[in-house]
Nanobody, 125 residues
Framework: QVQLVESGGGLVQTGGSLRLSCEVSGRTFQNYFMAWFRQAPGTEREFVARISPRGISTVYADSVKGRFTISRDNAKDTVYLQMSSLKPDDTAVYYC??????????????????WGQGTQVTVSS
């Protein structure tokens, strides 16, 4: 069983920064594609970013490109999301997700096998 535990959420002012972490246990972390999604109240879960198993390839949603950076430390079984220039529209619960498969539908929640419990990010105006 794979377990994902997010941390690092909180309240920040517009223009501020936060770094989210997601620690993975239970399987070989370096075999997994890792992603971050977010979900605001009343909306569908939205893709944010994805990183390949060795960290060579990253993909971002247009809404966060240039402001967010996904990275991973395979020695620590942890994936990170560095968020900068935060806006009120970034307010959401942020989830990390893991998949062992290469997928062209990486932006779809159904492409991931394991999920964390989420961490709240609130950006005040």
């Amino acid at each position: 069983q794979v377990q994902l535990v997010e941390s690092g959420g909180g309240l920040v002012q517009t223009g501020g920064s936060l770094r989210l972490s997601c620690e993975v246990s239970g399987r070989t972390f370096q075999n997994y594609f890792m992603a971050w999604f977010r979900q605001a109240p009343g909306t569908e879960r939205e893709f944010v970013a994805r990183i390949s198993p060795r960290g060579i390839s990253t993909v971002y949603a247009d809404s966060v490109k240039g402001r967010f950076t996904i990275s991973r430390d395979n020695a620590k079984d942890t994936v990170y999301l560095q968020m900068s220039s935060l806006k009120p529209d970034d307010t959401a619960v942020y989830y990390c997700a893991a998949s062992s498969r290469i997928s062209t539908t990486y932006s779809q929640p159904g492409s991931y096998d394991y999920w964390g419990q989420g961490t709240q990010v609130t950006v005040s105006s």
